[in-house]
């Protein structure tokens, strides 16, 4: 309990601190790339005031001048602090509209990222069409296509969304696979809040090139960036799970 008291209270008054100068940076679209490494330097600062090592992984270094769409598996919140220490490219997170309703983080989100809005019908064909338009301008995608933290103890992936295979090969950039091995073991997604010292380990996966697919191969694409992952959280002791 103490080292949580200690965890939540650096994030948000570390944030804080950063929050001013993030907050210039949002001001202008040709800033903006460094307010996305401003929250990379939250992340990486953040992980160094709690103690915990980031070990990556790299099967593949991105190249910072090319386009991707990060794909991850999503099991804890804590995910989404630490893709800004694995990965250096300048991307656009798609997440959840609920995160707009945070004091400052929200702001930072809505000026920052795309939103969906699972109550509205037509959120999820406008953060599509966004994202499509995010990378055509450059700029890479970041996203967990399972569509949010939805599994069980002992954490387990559900089945992707299409969403994320749909816009890169729309726009031919490769999937980037990336398994989050153990974050769950650190804050796992459960009430009472709880952090757990643990070494936080990530595995970037080399990339799957889109070139030439058409949209029938939405479905391949899905399930060969899934077994990717998947086969790397089976090498770490996850159950197997078979879907209906």
Same mark, same amino acid.
């Given at each position: ?11 948000? +008054?570390?944030?804080? $601190? ?7 940076? $949002? ?13 990379? +330097? ?113 954490? !387990? ?13 729309? !726009? ?42 058409? !949209? ?27 879907? !209906?």
């Amino acid at each position: 309990m103490l080292y949580t008291i200690w965890c939540v209270t650096y994030l948000v +008054v570390l944030y804080l $601190l950063l929050f001013p100068v993030q907050f210039v940076f $949002l001001q202008r679209d040709s800033w903006k790339p460094l307010a996305h490494k401003t929250n990379a +330097v939250w992340g990486k600062l953040f992980f160094w005031g709690i103690g915990i090592p980031v070990r990556i992984e790299h099967r593949f270094h991105p190249d910072p001048k090319r386009t991707y769409v990060f794909c991850a598996n999503h099991f804890s919140y804590l995910d989404i602090a630490v893709m800004g220490v694995i990965v250096k490219n300048y991307y656009a997170f798609v997440g959840k509209s609920d995160v707009k309703n945070i004091p400052l983080l929200g702001y930072m989100f809505a000026k920052l990222h795309v939103q969906v809005d699972r109550d509205r019908p037509n959120s999820r064909a406008y953060s599509l069409a966004k994202s499509i338009r995010t990378l055509a301008s450059g700029r890479s995608i970041m996203i967990f296509p399972e569509g949010g933290i939805r599994a069980p103890e002992p954490p !387990q992936m559900v089945p992707f969304k299409d969403g994320a295979f749909t816009m890169a090969i729309q !726009q031919q950039v490769p999937i980037v696979p990336i398994t989050l091995v153990n974050n769950h073991l650190i804050l796992p997604d459960r009430s009472p809040v709880r952090f757990n010292w643990h070494p936080l380990r990530a595995i970037v996966h080399s990339p799957i090139e889109t070139t030439g697919m058409t !949209q029938a191969d939405v479905g391949r694409l899905k399930q060969e960036t899934y077994q990717i992952i998947d086969s790397e959280l089976k090498k770490s002791g996850f159950p197997a799970v078979v879907h !209906q």
